[in-house]
C-alpha cells in the first residue's frame, strides 16, 4: 500500500495514471474491452516488485520465468453464476523474472504454482529508472487458451502508447456523435462526463474464437455457446431512458443485446432483469419488456423477437429462478388485477404498477407483430390495472388488500413497504403509457398539475421505517432541498415531463432546468444519487439536449429545456440532427417558440422518425414562460386514451 494524492492522478476513459509516493513508483493502465496494458516507472535498485491477488473463493496461478508470463484463474464471486465458473487470465511482463514466488493464504510458497481458495504471486525485477516494466493483461471466461487469444488480439505488439492513442480515438468516436456547444464550461465538462457513463453498461460477456465467431461463456448453464451475450444491468434502472438512447444512437448496438436476451431465455427459461453476470434477486418487475418492445418499434432488427415475445408472456404466469425475474406475485396480478398489500410480497404496489407498464409494452408488441387480436386485447386490457391502486381520498397510488379494502396507516411519505426505494409521492407517477387517464383519475388537468407541483411543495419529510434505518435515497431527497422530489434514485426521474400532459409546459422547462443546474456536475460528487448503470447519466444527456423518452415503447420524446446553445447529432444513419437555442443563458429556461426545419412547432414533443431523418430543431428561449405554447390536447404526449 502506498500514499497517493488525487493531486497527482490522471483520470480519463482510456488511461489512468497514479503516482504512488511511499514507493516513487509511477504506475498507468490502458484498456481494451478484454484486456489492458499497464506501465510500472520504478526506481533504479534490484527490489521492484508487482504482487498480484488472484483473490479468495478459488483461485490458480502458475509463474512461467521462462515466458515472463503468469497464467490462472479466479473464481471469486457473489452468487449468480453456474459450478464451472472461472475468470481465466494471461499476464505478460517484457523483463525477465529475478525473483519469482507464489502464495497462499498469507504465506509466501517455493513453488510457482499453487491452487487454493485464495493464491497469488510476487514477481521481482531489477530496474532502473526511467526504463519502466510493462505488462499486459487479458482475461477470459472461456479457457485459458482464449485468454490467450484475447491478449494477442487486442494487444499484440502495440505499444503501450500505441494502446492510449487507440483509446483515446475511440472514446473521441463515440462521445463526438453528439458535439455540444455553450460558453459554460462547466456543462459541458458534465455533458461529456454523464455521456461517458452512460456508455459504459451493459458489459459485454462474449469473445471471439479464433475463427472470429462470437462465442460467450454462458452464466446460466455453465456452456461455451455461439452468439452475444451481456451482463451488468439493472432492467428497472436502465428500461427509463438508457435503452432509448441505444435505439436513439446504438440499433447495431441494442440488436446485439436483443440476441443476447434470446441466448438468455433460451440457456435459462428466463429472461434477465438484474443480470451480474447470471440472473440475480435484485429490484423487482419485469421491465425486460420494455426495452425489447421499444427496440422492435423503433425499428431494431436481426434477433428473434418471436423467442422474446414468448418469454414476455412467459413473465406474467410467475416468478422465476428468484423473485426479481418474472413476475412475483402474478397470481395474484392475474387473478385481481393487483398485487395484494397483505400477502406477504413486499413492495406490492410497484410491482402492480410495473406489471400494468409491461403489459402495455405486450400489448404494443402484440400489435406490431400480428398476434391474434383476443391476445392482443388481453394484453390492452391489463395495461389499465393500474386504476385498481388509485386511492382518489389521497390521488396517490396506494397499497390494497386482497379483499379490496386499502392498506390501513397509508401515509404517502412511507419509503418501501408497497413501493421500492421511494413512496407514493414517486410511485403515483409510473403510469408511464396513459398520462391522460392518471390526469383524469386526478380530476382533470388543473388537479393533476396540482398534484405535480405538491411534490415539489411538500417538505422533504419521510417515513423509513419498513428498512430500519434511513436510507441513502431518502438522506439524498432531503439534501437536495426540492421537496420530496427524490432524483437521486430512479423512480421519479421522468415526472417533471408530465407537466407537457397537464397544458403547463413550462413548468416542466423550469424543473428539467433546476435538475441540471443544482443536482448534476462534472467533479467527483457530480451525482445527486444513484448512478445505476447509466441511467441518472442517461437523464442529463437527454434533458440537456431538450428531451426526454417518457414511455419507452412510444416513438416520443417529451420536451424539457435545452442546456446548450447548440448541439449536433450524428444519427446512426448518417444525418444530422441540429438542436439550436437562442437567447439561452441561466436564468432563460422558458420555450418562447420552437420550429423544425424552420416551421413553426408546437407540440411538446418529437418523434423517433423525425430525429432519424436529420433536420434542425430551433428554439427561442426567455425569462418568463410563454403560457400560450403548446397547449391543448393536440400539442400533448402519447397516452393510451388519447
Same mark, same amino acid.
Not at 521481482?124 to 494477442?152: M, R, Y
Given at each position: 500500500?502506498?500514499?497517493?494524492?488525487?493531486?497527482?492522478?490522471?483520470?480519463?476513459?482510456?488511461?489512468?495514471?497514479?503516482?504512488?509516493?511511499?514507493?516513487?513508483?509511477?504506475?498507468?493502465?490502458?484498456?481494451?474491452?478484454?484486456?489492458?496494458?499497464?506501465?510500472?516507472?520504478?526506481?533504479?535498485?534490484?527490489?521492484?516488485?508487482?504482487?498480484?491477488?488472484?483473490?479468495?473463493?478459488?483461485?490458480?496461478?502458475?509463474?512461467?520465468?521462462?515466458?515472463?508470463?503468469?497464467?490462472?484463474?479466479?473464481?471469486?464471486?457473489?452468487?449468480?453464476?453456474?459450478?464451472?465458473?472461472?475468470?481465466?487470465?494471461?499476464?505478460?511482463?517484457?523483463?525477465?523474472?529475478? #525473483?519469482?514466488?507464489?502464495?497462499?493464504?498469507?504465506? @509466501?510458497?517455493?513453488?510457482?504454482?499453487? +491452487?487454493? *481458495?485464495?493464491? /497469488? =504471486? !510476487?514477481?521481482?525485477?531489477?530496474?532502473?529508472?526511467?526504463?519502466?516494466?510493462?505488462?499486459?493483461?487479458?482475461?477470459?471466461?472461456?479457457?485459458?487458451?482464449?485468454?490467450?487469444?484475447?491478449?494477442?488480439?487486442?494487444?499484440?505488439?502495440?505499444?503501450?502508447?500505441?494502446?492510449?492513442?487507440?483509446?483515446?480515438?475511440?472514446?473521441?468516436?463515440?462521445?463526438?456523435?453528439?458535439?455540444?456547444?455553450?460558453?459554460?464550461?462547466?456543462?459541458?465538462?458534465? #455533458?461529456?462526463?454523464?455521456?461517458?457513463?452512460?456508455? @459504459?453498461?451493459?458489459?459485454?460477456?462474449? +469473445?471471439? *474464437?479464433?475463427? /472470429? =465467431? !462470437?462465442?460467450?461463456?454462458?452464466?446460466?448453464?455453465?456452456?461455451?455457446?455461439?452468439?452475444?451475450?451481456?451482463?451488468?444491468?439493472?432492467?428497472?434502472?436502465?428500461?427509463?431512458?438508457?435503452?432509448?438512447?441505444?435505439?436513439?444512437?446504438?440499433?447495431?448496438?441494442?440488436?446485439?443485446?436483443?440476441?443476447?436476451?434470446?441466448?438468455?431465455?433460451?440457456?435459462?427459461?428466463?429472461?434477465?432483469?438484474?443480470?451480474?453476470?447470471?440472473?440475480?434477486?435484485?429490484?423487482?418487475?419485469?421491465?425486460?419488456?420494455?426495452?425489447?418492445?421499444?427496440?422492435?418499434?423503433?425499428?431494431?432488427?436481426?434477433?428473434?423477437?418471436?423467442?422474446?415475445?414468448?418469454?414476455?408472456?412467459?413473465?406474467?404466469?410467475?416468478?422465476?429462478?428468484?423473485?426479481?425475474?418474472?413476475?412475483?406475485?402474478?397470481?395474484?396480478?392475474?387473478?385481481?388485477?393487483?398485487?395484494?398489500?397483505?400477502?406477504?410480497?413486499?413492495?406490492?404496489?410497484?410491482?402492480?404498477?410495473?406489471?400494468?407498464?409491461?403489459?402495455?409494452?405486450?400489448?404494443?408488441?402484440?400489435?406490431?407483430?400480428?398476434?391474434?387480436?383476443?391476445?392482443?386485447?388481453?394484453?390492452?386490457?391489463?395495461?389499465?390495472?393500474?386504476?385498481?391502486?388509485?386511492?382518489?381520498?389521497?390521488?396517490?397510488?396506494?397499497?390494497?388488500?386482497?379483499?379490496?379494502?386499502?392498506?390501513?396507516?397509508?401515509?404517502?411519505?412511507?419509503?418501501?413497504?408497497?413501493?421500492?426505494?421511494?413512496?407514493?409521492?414517486?410511485?403515483?407517477?409510473?403510469?408511464?403509457?396513459?398520462?391522460?387517464?392518471?390526469?383524469?383519475?386526478?380530476?382533470?388537468?388543473?388537479?393533476?398539475?396540482?398534484?405535480?407541483?405538491?411534490?415539489?411543495?411538500?417538505?422533504?419529510?419521510?417515513?423509513?421505517?419498513?428498512?430500519?434505518?434511513?436510507?441513502?435515497?431518502?438522506?439524498?431527497?432531503?439534501?437536495?432541498?426540492?421537496?420530496?422530489?427524490?432524483?437521486?434514485?430512479?423512480?421519479?426521474?421522468?415526472?417533471?415531463?408530465?407537466?407537457?400532459?397537464?397544458?403547463?409546459?413550462?413548468?416542466?422547462?423550469?424543473?428539467?432546468?433546476?435538475?441540471?443546474?443544482?443536482?448534476?456536475?462534472?467533479?467527483?460528487?457530480?451525482?445527486?444519487?444513484?448512478?445505476?448503470?447509466?441511467?441518472?447519466?442517461?437523464?442529463?444527456?437527454?434533458?440537456?439536449?431538450?428531451?426526454?423518452?417518457?414511455?419507452?415503447?412510444?416513438?416520443?420524446?417529451?420536451?424539457?429545456?435545452?442546456?446548450?446553445?447548440?448541439?449536433?447529432?450524428?444519427?446512426?444513419?448518417?444525418?444530422?440532427?441540429?438542436?439550436?437555442?437562442?437567447?439561452?443563458?441561466?436564468?432563460?429556461?422558458?420555450?418562447?417558440?420552437?420550429?423544425?426545419?424552420?416551421?413553426?412547432?408546437?407540440?411538446?414533443?418529437?418523434?423517433?422518425?423525425?430525429?432519424?431523418?436529420?433536420?434542425?430543431?430551433?428554439?427561442?428561449?426567455?425569462?418568463?414562460?410563454?403560457?400560450?405554447?403548446?397547449?391543448?390536447?393536440?400539442?400533448?404526449?402519447?397516452?393510451?386514451?388519447?
Amino acid at each position: 500500500a502506498s500514499w497517493f494524492s488525487h493531486k497527482t492522478e490522471q483520470a480519463m476513459p482510456h488511461y489512468y495514471k497514479v503516482y504512488l509516493a511511499d514507493y516513487d513508483v509511477t504506475a498507468e493502465v490502458s484498456p481494451t474491452e478484454r484486456a489492458a496494458m499497464m506501465r510500472f516507472d520504478f526506481p533504479t535498485g534490484e527490489d521492484s516488485y508487482v504482487v498480484l491477488d488472484a483473490f479468495p473463493k478459488g483461485s490458480q496461478v502458475q509463474i512461467l520465468p521462462k515466458e515472463r508470463k503468469i497464467v490462472g484463474y479466479c473464481r471469486n464471486n457473489t452468487g449468480g453464476v453456474p459450478e464451472n465458473f472461472h475468470n481465466y487470465f494471461v499476464i505478460e511482463f517484457d523483463q525477465e523474472f529475478s #525473483f519469482a514466488k507464489a502464495w497462499k493464504d498469507s504465506t @509466501l510458497l517455493e513453488s510457482l504454482e499453487v +491452487e487454493a *481458495d485464495h493464491v /497469488g =504471486a !510476487v514477481i521481482g525485477f531489477k530496474t532502473k529508472k526511467g526504463q519502466p516494466v510493462h505488462v499486459k493483461v487479458a482475461s477470459s471466461f472461456i479457457s485459458p487458451e482464449q485468454a490467450a487469444l484475447n491478449l494477442s488480439r487486442e494487444i499484440g505488439n502495440q505499444s503501450f502508447d500505441d494502446l492510449v492513442e487507440e483509446g483515446k480515438q475511440a472514446w473521441n468516436k463515440e462521445l463526438g456523435r453528439i458535439q455540444v456547444e455553450g460558453e459554460n464550461q462547466d456543462q459541458i465538462r458534465t #455533458f461529456y462526463s454523464c455521456l461517458y457513463r452512460l456508455l @459504459l453498461f451493459p458489459r459485454k460477456f462474449y +469473445e471471439y *474464437d479464433a475463427d /472470429g =465467431a !462470437v462465442v460467450h461463456y454462458s452464466p446460466y448453464n455453465g456452456k461455451v455457446l455461439p452468439g452475444y451475450m451481456f451482463t451488468d444491468n439493472g432492467f428497472w434502472d436502465t428500461f427509463r431512458a438508457v435503452f432509448p438512447f441505444f435505439n436513439l444512437m446504438y440499433p447495431d448496438l441494442n440488436a446485439e443485446i436483443m440476441e443476447g436476451l434470446v441466448n438468455a431465455y433460451q440457456e435459462s427459461g428466463w429472461l434477465p432483469e438484474w443480470a451480474s453476470p447470471g440472473h440475480r434477486d435484485c429490484m423487482i418487475g419485469s421491465n425486460s419488456a420494455s426495452l425489447i418492445t421499444d427496440a422492435y418499434l423503433k425499428g431494431v432488427r436481426g434477433f428473434d423477437v418471436e423467442a422474446l415475445y414468448d418469454a414476455m408472456v412467459k413473465n406474467t404466469t410467475g416468478k422465476g429462478p428468484v423473485n426479481s425475474v418474472g413476475r412475483y406475485g402474478a397470481q395474484y396480478y392475474n387473478k385481481l388485477g393487483y398485487v395484494p398489500y397483505d400477502v406477504g410480497i413486499n413492495e406490492n404496489a410497484a410491482r402492480t404498477l410495473e406489471y400494468a407498464y409491461a403489459d402495455f409494452c405486450l400489448w404494443k408488441l402484440s400489435e406490431a407483430i400480428g398476434k391474434p387480436a383476443s391476445e392482443v386485447a388481453y394484453h390492452k386490457e391489463r395495461a389499465y390495472n393500474y386504476r385498481n391502486l388509485f386511492r382518489k381520498e389521497y390521488n396517490l397510488m396506494s397499497g390494497k388488500n386482497e379483499d379490496g379494502s386499502w392498506s390501513k396507516n397509508f401515509s404517502p411519505y412511507k419509503w418501501g413497504d408497497a413501493f421500492t426505494e421511494g413512496n407514493s409521492w414517486h410511485y403515483t407517477w409510473s403510469v408511464f403509457h396513459n398520462i391522460e387517464d392518471l390526469s383524469d383519475l386526478m380530476g382533470g388537468k388543473a388537479g393533476f398539475a396540482s398534484m405535480l407541483d405538491s411534490v415539489f411543495a411538500v417538505p422533504p419529510i419521510f417515513d423509513a421505517s419498513y428498512y430500519g434505518f434511513t436510507i441513502h435515497e431518502i438522506r439524498e431527497m432531503q439534501i437536495a432541498g426540492m421537496g420530496n422530489y427524490a432524483h437521486g434514485n430512479q423512480p421519479i426521474q421522468h415526472m417533471i415531463y408530465l407537466y407537457n400532459y397537464a397544458d403547463q409546459p413550462w413548468k416542466a422547462q423550469y424543473r428539467a432546468r433546476e435538475v441540471m443546474e443544482k443536482l448534476y456536475n462534472y467533479t467527483p460528487d457530480g451525482y445527486c444519487g444513484d448512478e445505476d448503470n447509466g441511467q441518472t447519466s442517461a437523464w442529463y444527456v437527454f434533458s440537456a439536449l431538450g428531451f426526454y423518452p417518457v414511455c419507452p415503447g412510444t416513438n416520443e420524446y417529451v420536451f424539457g429545456a435545452p442546456l446548450f446553445d447548440k448541439a449536433k447529432i450524428t444519427m446512426p444513419n448518417g444525418s444530422i440532427f441540429t438542436i439550436e437555442a437562442e437567447n439561452n443563458r441561466k436564468g432563460h429556461p422558458y420555450i418562447q417558440n420552437a420550429a423544425l426545419n424552420g416551421a413553426s412547432w408546437d407540440k411538446n414533443f418529437i418523434t423517433h422518425e423525425l430525429l432519424h431523418a436529420g433536420g434542425s430543431l430551433q428554439f427561442k428561449m426567455g425569462a418568463s414562460p410563454n403560457k400560450l405554447r403548446g397547449i391543448g390536447k393536440i400539442n400533448s404526449p402519447y397516452s393510451m386514451d388519447k
